[in-house]
């Protein structure tokens, strides 16, 4: 069966948005002096499955290779402060299954002490948060990317990998940190329309890859695990008696312990919290909300603000959408109402970053099939757009995962 490829374009007000946003934080003052210890700074998220990198900021500019053709500096991983094998030190490092609940932090040294415009010494950037288990904006093909997957209404799973590429240079006014580009999509699988609800929870089963969660009719939960290619590992029933609800997500990690975890509703608005065991399993669940039989749609945003901690929306019946913070622990922080007239969007869902940076967006499926973003940047109290339109004929589709 052929793969319907939705029309994906990358519009020059969506590049001029990811220029503009990804530009800010990474110029700095100047040039660094000898005599100056700039602090280095990790470009990435705290989870597994992405990557990160020295953010770029021009603190070393002046502190060069003989030849002109970079900074003359040497960069070392280190893991709860100890350096990590030869193997991974490098200008990028790939967070693996191995380093979640660690924190990552990044040693920089000068090839030639006190050199004209070269620091005197080391220096080490701050850690992270202790990293968490891949959530679901770690995309599918194992490159922590913004990656969407969509099921058609015959039952089809179509991906569209995304791949970026990281810019390192100088260029007049704000400088992008990443280009991004459309891979070719390609159809992942056949025969879900037997499911009447599928939904990612991110890396479930602790192999480092995100995975699929489905329920059919009789109320029976499948694991579907993710193979880090946009496929799938052999499949495994992982509940039953799920048929008790009628909305069932991933909101990612909402007990703070760093690995993913289940929110499901039951039609009466009770809100139960499933918490992943982080080896495909679950822990004890309980009830953590009441009142969600007025939302039509629960939406997971992922972490939306760079915090740390995830957010979770819900779509009235009037088309209003309530942001709902969670607090890291199992409970909730922060309440904010994000507006009206969500209601005529086709699908809404939380992907991850379109412009690869912390902060996730939510995207949406317009009324002419417009694919859009809509960010709340580091407030939370707002959604900023829509941006885009990133992708036109998104309506062929029955939902986003």
Request: charge should be negative; include cysteine.
């Amino acid at each position: 069966m052929g793969i319907f490829k939705a029309r994906l374009f990358k519009s020059a007000a969506t590049t001029a948005l990811a220029m503009g946003l990804l530009g800010s934080g990474l110029v700095a003052a100047g040039p660094a002096t000898a005599a100056s210890q700039p602090t280095p700074f990790i470009d990435g998220v705290p989870y597994v499955g992405s990557e990160m990198r020295r953010q770029y900021n021009y603190d070393y500019w002046g502190c060069r290779n003989p030849d002109g053709s970079g900074d003359a500096i040497t960069l070392e991983w280190l893991r709860d402060g100890e350096p990590l094998p030869a193997e991974r030190q490098g200008e990028t490092l790939r967070v693996l299954p191995e380093d979640q609940g660690s924190r990552i932090s990044l040693r920089v040294y000068p090839l030639t002490p006190g050199e004209q415009g070269c620091p005197t010494g080391t220096q080490v950037s701050a850690e992270t948060t202790p990293i968490k288990a891949s959530s679901r904006a770690m995309g599918w093909t194992g490159r922590g990317n913004f990656e969407p997957l969509a099921r058609t209404h015959d039952g089809r799973l179509v991906l569209y990998p995304r791949t970026y590429t990281y810019y390192k240079g100088m260029c007049e006014g704000p400088c992008p940190a990443y280009f991004g580009s459309w891979d070719e999509p390609r159809q992942v699988g056949a025969g879900w329309n037997m499911f009447n609800i599928v939904f990612s929870p991110g890396d479930f089963d602790g192999d480092g890859f995100n995975d699929l969660l489905a329920r059919n009719a009789s109320g029976q939960l499948f694991l579907y695990p993710g193979d880090g290619n946009g496929g799938w590992l052999p499949t495994r029933q992982v509940g039953s008696g799920w048929n008790v609800f009628d909305s069932i997500v991933g909101p990612g990690d909402f007990t703070g312990d760093g690995t993913n975890d289940v929110l499901a509703r039951n039609p009466a608005g009770e809100l139960f919290l499933y918490p992943g065991d982080g080896n495909g399993g679950w822990l004890t669940p309980s009830k953590v909300g009441w009142g969600w039989q007025v939302m039509n749609k629960i939406i997971p945003g992922g972490d939306m603000n760079g915090d740390g901690t995830v957010e979770v929306f819900g779509r009235d019946i009037n088309g209003g959408l309530q942001l709902y913070s969670a607090n890291g622990q199992g409970g909730w922080g922060a309440q904010a109402f994000m507006g009206g007239g969500w209601n005529e969007f086709l699908d809404v869902a939380g992907l991850g970053s379109f412009a690869h940076q912390k902060y996730n967006n939510l995207v949406a499926i317009n009324g002419n099939g417009d694919l859009v973003t809509y960010s709340t940047g580091a407030a939370t109290t707002g959604l900023y757009g829509p941006y885009g339109p990133i992708g036109n004929g998104w309506n062929v589709f029955r939902e986003l995962l």
